[in-house]
C-alpha cells in the first residue's frame, strides 16, 4: 500500500519560514506528478506547486516565497516556504500521482501567527 506522510509542519510567525517534508513509501521517478496542496478552514483545497515532467507551477499566492525539493534517493518531497503570512494557515498535503492512481498524505497543520 502506498503512504505519503507529512512532517514540518508547526506555529511560525509571520515572515518567518518552514520546511514540509513528505515521505514517500514508494519510488517517485516513475511518478507523473508530485505536489502540495492546502486546505484552509471553511475554504476548499487548492494547488500550492505542482511539479510535473520537469517543470514547477506555482500558485500566484505562493509564487516567489515556496519551492518544491525532490530527493529521489531518498523517495522524499519538500516544501520550502518563506516570508510566511497568517492567510498560508491551512493544512498542507503531499501528492503523487502515478498510472496507478492519485495519491494524498495525511495532512500537515501550519498556522501563520500575525
Known amino acids: 500500500q502506498v503512504q505519503l506522510v507529512e512532517s514540518g509542519g508547526g506555529l511560525v510567525q509571520a515572515g518567518g519560514s518552514l520546511r514540509l517534508s513528505c515521505l514517500i513509501s514508494?519510488?517517485?521517478?516513475?511518478?507523473?506528478?508530485v505536489g502540495w496542496y492546502r486546505q484552509a478552514p471553511g475554504k476548499q483545497r487548492e494547488l500550492v506547486a505542482l511539479?510535473?515532467?520537469?517543470?514547477?507551477n506555482y500558485a500566484e499566492s505562493v509564487e516567489g516565497r515556496c519551492t518544491i525539493g525532490i530527493n529521489y534517493g531518498k523517495r522524499t518531497m519538500y516544501l520550502q516556504m518563506n516570508s510566511l503570512k497568517a492567510e498560508d494557515t491551512a493544512v498542507y498535503y503531499c501528492?503523487?500521482?502515478?498510472?496507478?492512481?492519485?495519491?494524498w498524505g495525511q495532512g500537515t497543520q501550519v498556522t501563520v501567527s500575525s
Open positions: 501528492y503523487v500521482n502515478w498510472n496507478l492512481g492519485n495519491y
Open positions: 511539479s510535473t515532467g520537469g517543470i514547477t
Open positions: 514508494r519510488s517517485i521517478l516513475s511518478s507523473n506528478a
